[in-house]
């Protein structure tokens, strides 16, 4: 699950039906919270908080995994300047196949716009086992304060690195502005620091990998980086 908050009025809820190890149609779920009620994008109500709990499936669903096959898992949701709601994920086409994309809420319907294959799992498989976490995606992340703007770990030759994509028009054209490139460790799991200054850099954040076997066995640093909009 994820959330996001304007701070006032809303909360936006993201979330999916399990894991996707667990789930073969894990699909990907939207619902708001406002004033007692969780509400659709459009705003048709769905319960009230007192009639907790409801189906899964009486929420939006932004993306289906049962018409497709394809698992997914939800990474990021925000809020952009109209007030509608951002969501970032990956669907998985198979395990070494992980796909990132951008949907939006426009004139009544979710459009998914397809980014980038990203991949596979990102773990360092010791040599002769089997990889327990195989939908381990790069990740990838929304701008709180503009997402328009989104961060993202991908495989470039066979390296994980962090990428800046931007959008003017929601997500049919981008820009791409690499934040790592040619590293030797692999650079996965962005984070925008939220709250800065307008029309300031911002920070951004990523784990980079000297070892990652499991989230109980690793060696990693914190690095970050200063952006500057590029609007």
């Not at 773990?123 to 993202?152: A, K, W």
């Not at 300031?200 to 000297?210: G, R």
């Amino acid at each position: 699950m994820k959330m996001s908050s304007d701070g006032k009025h809303i909360i936006h809820i993201a979330f999916t039906d399990g894991h996707p190890l667990n789930e073969s149609t894990n699909s990907i779920y939207y619902t708001a919270y406002k004033n007692g009620q969780f509400l659709k994008a459009n705003g048709e109500k769905i319960h009230l908080w007192n009639e907790l709990p409801f189906d899964p499936g009486s929420c939006d669903v932004v993306y289906d995994a049962s018409e497709s096959g394809q698992r997914a898992w939800i990474w990021d949701i925000a809020q952009d300047q109209k007030g509608s709601p951002v969501l970032v994920y990956a669907r998985f086409r198979d395990e070494m196949n992980h796909i990132y994309y951008y949907a939006t809420f426009e004139n009544g319907t979710w459009i998914n716009r397809e980014l980038v294959n990203s991949g596979g799992w990102f773990p360092h498989t010791p040599e002769g086992e089997t990889e327990t976490e195989t939908y381990y995606s790069g990740g990838i992340v929304l701008d709180h304060q503009d997402p328009s703007r989104v961060f993202l770990s991908r495989e470039i030759n066979g390296v994980f690195e962090i990428e800046e994509w931007n959008t003017n028009n929601d997500g049919l054209d981008w820009e791409i502005r690499p934040v790592t490139e040619n590293s030797v460790n692999d650079n996965i799991r962005p984070f925008v620091v939220r709250n800065y200054p307008d029309s300031k850099e911002h920070v951004v954040l990523w784990m980079n990998l000297n070892k990652y076997i499991h989230w109980t066995n690793y060696d990693a640093s914190i690095k970050y980086a200063l952006i500057k909009s590029p609007k």
